[in-house]
């Protein structure tokens, strides 16, 4: 293989593979490693679980992998292990995403099981009862675990009333009422080809492909049956919400409505965040709350699109003491990007940052074909590649400053804190 | 199948052994003043990892001075002679690299992952900060706070981090491993400059540290840039040693148990010390990864088919070997209850699946998936330059070879049914091990 010697070469190696039976995928080949990466995503996540049955998606998820076709579930773990095939299954607020690794000896064995997972899943009875209570262990372990507390929390007041405000993994009321027929309803209704995204990176070629795909997924629903969920604005900017935990340092989630991703001003956004809190160790709240101060190891920023609503979100966590300065100096910093936007400096090292680091999320196979999925969920154009950096690069001050203002407004923030904070 | 959020116990970071058989051609070889390098080319996309790996963690804390390997790594990114404070980082930051570091018990490692032509760059800062690290009080005070606060995050907020630390602590009794890498609260506290400084001049040598280079590049092309920077990197006059107590032969079977009111899901754990690679005779760390995979692989381990599938008195089940360590090790196993299952019954569960294994020992597709399990993963490792840094870097820090991971896959492939039968019947004794419960404390709920 030749070896690219630009990013960009990724992106001129993508093809595009449709299929006899109508499936799209992007796929880059690459016989470097003996082995076929393939990633999909499928719209429609938790957001459509039944009113009164959060957490309906995500045990979907959890299930699909316990059983299929002729496979009882250990019978169908064991085949994976036999053939030594990755495949997981995940559910978030807007979506159903798969992973599935194998080694390239192995494809055929693979695409078969992937086949088996997503057409004939068995949902036998033991597998529901044991995965429900599998999943009802780890909301019992979130019950108390801080972090988990606070993101609860952050998401009940910011959407009360709204899918994005119920649990994903569903509650110990909701999980016992969710059902065989509730799984196999919101299969039917979810995994369909009309919103159907599929990365693949490795050791294969497009005619191969092709026929793969078409076994897994072409004799899926033509179209998804989704409920409609409304657009929201996040609410409870300016407000505080404190839960009680005896605890000695606190954990607090912050934000407010965002931008987005299909919004002009997307990638001077992402600009922004970077200089208030991204991956940096020289990010704004960085040096203010960890470098100068020492109050928290941790503190970030990020933008959260959703398909229905959008946040500027970030988090840290402090000793109870110090909760009230800690989240005075994250509250400072963005009304004064709000008012002011960054420095020429400060943009030109974002922007450098932004550039020379997209390369990196294209050193793995895995890394490669979830790009190839988010470029498509995201519409942005199978030479976005290609043309990512140069957008980031156009980035003005001016542009900017109009993107910080827009996404921190008047710089208030619904704060969420689980612990025991004085003075706030 | 994904963990569907079960909690576990947490583990130490214990990296995965792996192999690279048909995997890329690696270089070892030595500069002058001792710096050792291993070159691993990858050359799909014009990236590569950096990282300098140094032969001390955790378990080399002087005796009092718990966390300095830890708070020294923070208080690395603080600036040189050459560099002041924030130079480092914002270059890297500049080069769109990324950058970061982690302390385990038997090493430090700091990295930078940037575009293949900054490669240089970063090596000239990093052999910099190799000795010519500049601390001032104003700088280490509020990097301590910082510190603290991630104890705080990780442990003191977290019965089950809490239980993680009894467990190693009465593991070994007497051997550095059993105090936690991030060091206890109160000599957190009282660390200081002079303290970082003398740890620092003590191991920060070229002798001591590892040179790791992943990705678009050559061997010759990092040999290179390697005298230029690294090379210029006066030699010790003599190489640190490391001084650890080592763990006596354990007599007793030990019980801890932690109850907090915060607790709904409560777990246990079972460890037992375990030789590792490098103190293991032939084939006996071998031996031990794969028994742990029989027992505790995620969907079709001994434990999960037992525990989970057949007797349904737990919702999870599994284990973990921390192989790859200088002294002898931890091996542990954890089973997550079903609501209205005691600890003490599913502990008794427990119990049973490797007495039938010490028994009965394994079946041959048993032992045929656990190899083919192991054995892909090192082809799967082959996929990420970072990962494939990381095997060999752990590796070489804690006594290893490369040669050694080379061989690994067939090492594996060679353990027996015997081997492993016998792995289980010396090692898993349930006359020395530490059992560990975490359970919610009903006195204290009402209390709170």
Redesign the interface.
């Given at each position: 293989?030749n070896?690219?010697?630009?990013?960009q070469?990724?992106a001129s190696r993508i093809q595009r593979v449709v299929t006899p039976g109508g499936v799209e995928a992007w796929l880059v080949e690459?016989y470097?490693?003996?082995?076929v990466?393939l990633e999909f995503s499928i719209r429609g996540g938790s957001s459509q679980d039944p009113e009164g049955k959060p957490g309906t998606a995500y045990f979907l998820?959890?299930v699909l992998?316990?059983g299929a076709g002729p496979y009882s579930?250990?019978a169908f773990?064991?085949r994976?292990?036999?053939?030594?095939i990755?495949m997981?299954?995940?559910a978030d607020r807007d979506g159903l995403s798969g992973h599935m690794?194998t080694?390239v000896k192995h494809r055929a064995e693979a695409f078969d099981m992937l086949r088996l997972a997503l057409r004939e899943p068995r949902f036998d009875a033991?597998a529901l009862e044991?995965?429900r209570?599998?999943?009802?262990?780890?909301?019992?372990?979130?019950?108390?675990?801080?972090d988990s507390m606070v993101g609860r929390a952050f998401f009940e007041v910011a959407y009360p009333g709204h899918p994005y405000g119920r649990p994903g993994?569903g509650t110990l009321e909701s999980l016992p009422t969710i059902g065989r027929d509730d799984l196999d309803a919101m299969r039917r209704r979810l995994i369909a080809r009309d919103t159907l995204k599929i990365g693949v990176v490795g050791a294969i070629d497009a005619a191969a492909l092709a026929a793969e795909l078409d076994s897994v997924f072409a004799g899926l629903p033509a179209k998804a049956e989704l409920t409609p969920v409304p657009n929201v604005a996040p609410l409870g900017a300016g407000t505080r919400k404190v839960v009680d935990?005896?605890?000695?340092?606190s954990?607090v989630r912050y934000g407010a409505a965002g931008i987005s991703r299909r919004d002009p001003d997307w990638i001077p956004a992402i600009v922004v965040n970077h200089v208030l809190g991204g991956?940096?160790?020289?990010s704004r709240l960085f040096r203010e709350v960890?470098?100068?101060?020492?109050?928290?190891?941790?503190v970030w920023s990020q933008l959260a699109p959703f398909d229905h609503s959008a946040l500027h979100f970030g988090g840290t966590?402090?000793?109870n003491e110090r909760v009230a300065e800690s989240m005075a100096i994250i509250e400072e910093q963005i009304r004064s990007l709000a008012e002011d936007g960054p420095t020429e400096e400060e943009l030109d090292?974002a922007r450098?940052?932004?550039?020379?680091?997209?390369?990196?999320n294209?050193?793995?196979?895995?890394k490669i074909a979830s790009q190839l999925v988010r470029i498509q969920v995201d519409d942005l154009g199978i030479d976005y590649m290609d043309r990512r950096n140069g957008l980031v690069a156009a980035v003005t001050l001016e542009d900017a400053r109009r993107a910080a203002r827009r996404v921190y407004g008047d710089g208030k923030v619904l704060v969420a804190v689980v612990?025991r904070p004085a003075g706030l | 199948m994904a963990s569907k959020g079960s909690p576990s116990p947490a583990r130490d970071a214990a990296p995965l052994e792996a192999d690279a058989h048909s995997g890329p051609a690696v270089s070892d070889f030595r500069l002058a003043n001792g710096l050792e390098v291993v070159v691993i080319p990858d050359h799909r996309t014009p990236v590569v990892t950096h990282m300098v790996w140094y032969r001390n963690g955790s378990a080399d804390d002087p005796i009092g001075k718990s966390g300095i390997a830890h708070f020294l790594e923070h208080l690395m990114f603080k600036g040189t002679e050459k560099h002041p404070q924030g130079e480092f980082s914002n270059v890297v930051a500049e080069l769109g690299g990324q950058e970061n570091a982690f302390t385990s018990v038997d090493y430090t490692a700091y990295y930078q992952r940037v575009a293949k032509e900054h490669l240089e760059t970063v090596m000239g800062f990093e052999a910099d900060r190799m000795q010519g690290l500049v601390l001032s009080d104003e700088v280490v005070g509020p990097e301590r706070d910082v510190v603290i606060e991630e104890r705080r995050m990780r442990t003191d907020t977290d019965p089950g981090s809490q239980l993680g630390e009894a467990v190693a602590a009465t593991l070994f009794t007497h051997h550095p491993y059993g105090k936690p890498i991030i060091g206890w609260m109160h000599e957190i506290e009282g660390l200081n400059r002079e303290d970082a400084l003398a740890y620092y001049r003590r191991f920060y040598t070229p002798a001591n540290a590892i040179l790791v280079v992943a990705g678009d590049v050559t061997p010759d092309e990092v040999r290179a840039l390697a005298e230029k920077t690294y090379g210029q990197v006066a030699a010790a006059a003599e190489p640190p040693r490391r001084n650890r107590p080592q763990e006596p032969d354990p007599r007793a079977a030990r019980r801890v148990s932690l109850a907090d009111p915060k607790v709904e899901q409560p777990s246990l754990q079972r460890a037992w010390l375990a030789p590792s690679y490098t103190t293991g005779a032939p084939g006996e760390a071998e031996a031990l990864e794969v028994l742990v995979q029989v027992l505790g692989a995620q969907s079709t381990g001994r434990l999960h088919r037992r525990l989970v599938m057949e007797k349904r008195v737990a919702v999870a089940a599994g284990g973990w070997y921390q192989g790859t360590a200088v002294d002898r090790t931890r091996l542990m196993l954890y089973a997550v209850p079903r609501p209205g299952v005691t600890l003490e019954d599913l502990e008794k569960d427990l119990e049973a699946v490797i007495a039938e294994l010490v028994e009965k020992g394994v079946e041959p597709s048993e032992l045929a998936r656990a190899k083919t399990r192991l054995i892909a993963d090192t082809v799967y490792a082959q996929d990420s330059q970072a990962t494939l840094a990381r095997i060999y870097g752990s590796t070489l820090a804690t006594g290893g070879a490369v040669a050694d991971v080379a061989r690994w896959p067939r090492d594996i492939e060679a353990v027996t049914a015997q081997d492993v039968q016998n792995a289980a019947a010396r090692w898993l004794d349930r006359r020395h091990c530490v059992t560990g419960y975490l359970l919610k404390d009903e006195d204290g709920a009402r209390a709170a």
């Open positions: 293989m070896a690219p010697t630009r990013p070469a990724h690459d470097t490693v003996p082995l990466a998820s959890a992998d316990e579930a250990d773990h064991e994976l292990d036999e053939f030594a990755e997981r299954f995940n690794r080694l033991e044991r995965v209570a599998q999943i009802e262990a780890g909301i019992r372990h979130e019950m108390n675990d801080p993994h935990l005896a605890i000695p340092q954990s991956g940096v160790f020289s960890r470098e100068k101060r020492g109050l928290a190891y941790s966590s402090t000793k090292k450098k940052y932004l550039i020379g680091s997209y390369a990196l294209f050193d793995t196979s895995t612990g | -």
